[in-house]
């Protein structure tokens, strides 16, 4: 088979590491992909959110299968237009991808479903908006509605933070998709993250994770997009994961199917666990990152075997073959992430890194010159490792930290300390 993967981040690496495993695949092209890809697959500069585009390319490669790895081109109808093209694909159509792509239809998807989520107020301007905070109280959340790459959400522990993000979403801070807001109550517990191939119909669990979003040791400082995961989730045990499926997951895609308009691809469903009853936080129409990375050290060459029938609508019957190990993936960032961070620092070490079935470095951030590696990104590098137990997977994960030479990057050191 012909792959074709859409991303060019370190979840996608990671996705390009777990099907080069598998002997299905006989060539595989990422795009745009990033230095690290480069050295396992062959990369190919494209614009990923132009479905022509992709069509065109997939066409001219002799694509039989193409796996989209961010939301962007989900939300953008790429899936639509590679199956209109009949070409197989790995994603949810940008319909269905609206269960990330805009909160509010993911809260009246909830409500259709009855699934358990925090109550919450749809509104389009500021002063109701205003109003309804003003009515609840705090802490309470705030929330653009539509993609805003991990940014559009303010947990606010007082009124006065909430009132002033509602003056920041519509004086468009997050350009459109700050014209609506979601203004839900606040939920305590724990978060952790369950992760669900579909094909439309059948969902197949593929692992459960918990990402640290904070930039700082302890879990404090500015959010990021993830500065480390590990799977499994301890908290996500087994009942809960069972609760999640029959109150959230099957009732969600049930609705979507009788909509018309059917999930397939993988759900991310963000979960907050209070006394062992979980609540839906969000839906993402894609892998997490880095959770991914966390996860595909874990199943390895199965994912492909996986998400392709998902893809043609075969997941009923499928089945993961779990190991009982875990793994952990730890992000090395730019010196300044999340805010403003300098590119072009050299990187050195890395040739040294062990590349095996239990210990890989995926690239996130990364551009080759003269011969060095050099940072392109904010979140650059995820060393990931697996291991018999969660402490002997991050003790491989720091081992590789400490042999990277990256002046100009940093991590945190406490990554899976809830799980230890
Ligand atoms: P989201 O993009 O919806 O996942 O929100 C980002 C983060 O904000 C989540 O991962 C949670 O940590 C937090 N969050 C979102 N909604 C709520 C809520 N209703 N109650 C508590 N925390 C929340
Ligand atoms: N790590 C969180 C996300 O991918 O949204």
Redesign the pocket.
Known sequence: MNILILGGGGREHSLAWAVLQNPKCDKLIVAPGNAGIARIATCAALDIEDGGEVVTFAEVNAIDFVIIGPEAPLAAGVADRLREAGILVFGPSAAAARLEAS?SFTKEICDAAGAPT?AYGHFTDAESAKAHIRQQGAPI?V?ADGLAA?K??I?AETEEQALAAIDDMFDGAFGQAGAEVVI?????GE?ASFFVLCDGETVLPVGTAQDH?RVGEGDTGP?TGGMGAYSPAPVLTEAVAQKALDRIVRPTVNEMKRRGTPYQGVLYV?L?IKDGEPRL??YNARFGDPECQALMMRLGAQAMDLMHAAAEGRLDGMQVNWADDHAMTVVMAAQGYPGAYDKGSVIGGLEGLPETSSAMCFHAGTARQDGTFVATGGRVLNLTARGATLAEARDAVYAMADAVDWPGGFLRRDIGWRAL
Do not use: S
């Open positions: 909160k925090a959340v929330k991990g559009g959400v947990v839900e109550e606040f939920m305590e978060e979003k959010n963000g907050m936080v969000e």
